[in-house]
């Protein structure tokens, strides 16, 4: 009685966690783009199991987005800005060409309000992290990037700080790609690794 119980308990364990979408998918298999959609002109290939953006000649804005939707999820991010490093991660998105419409968490160099969020062609900043929580990046190393998205609620960690939490009902409405962004005025390059995310139930 005791080994069937254990054996149903494990069941039940094993069925919660794929319900509540408890098993991380990689986005970035290390190799090459699958999965994901170059948007402008702009540099994105992968390098010793590492995704890179880079400007191009266009010194365009850039993004490489995911085939696949999301809407309630938690996504982790490793990166690692070289040059200037003004970049983004965006979600509940749509792209036509290079005009993108969706909501983007910060990723630029010090000062400059990284895991803030900002609506792309709509209202701007929604919300900017203290500015004693910038010290949590650390520019010119890896860093992780955590967004969780729940129904209408965001929240943003860098390297296990909590940036902000976000309340937006706009957000909860709707779901999209993931996408990250390449900023205009050239001379950008960031590297990118370990990209996971995890569905979460609604």
Known sequence: MKT?????????LLTAGTAFGQKAQKLFNGKNLDGWKIHGTEKWYVEKGELICESGPDKAYGYLATDKTFKDFELTVDFKQEADGNS???????LEGTKIAG????????????????ESYGRGWLIKPAAEKDKALKMGEWNTMKIVVKGD????????????????????A??????????????IKVRWKNIKVKELKS
Request: hydrophobic fraction near 40%; charged fraction near 10%.
């Open 4 to 12: 069937k119980l254990m054996t149903l308990a494990a069941i039940t």
């Open 88 to 94: 983004g991660i965006f979600f509940h998105s749509s």
């Open 103 to 118: 909501w983007q968490a910060e990723v630029a160099p010090p000062g400059h309000n990284s895991g803030g969020i900002y």
């Open 153 to 172: 609620q965001v929240t943003t960690w860098l390297n296990g700080v909590e940036m902000i939490t976000l309340n937006d009902a706009k957000i909860g």
């Open 174 to 187: 709707k779901g999209g790609q993931i996408a990250l962004q390449i900023h205009d005025g050239g001379g």
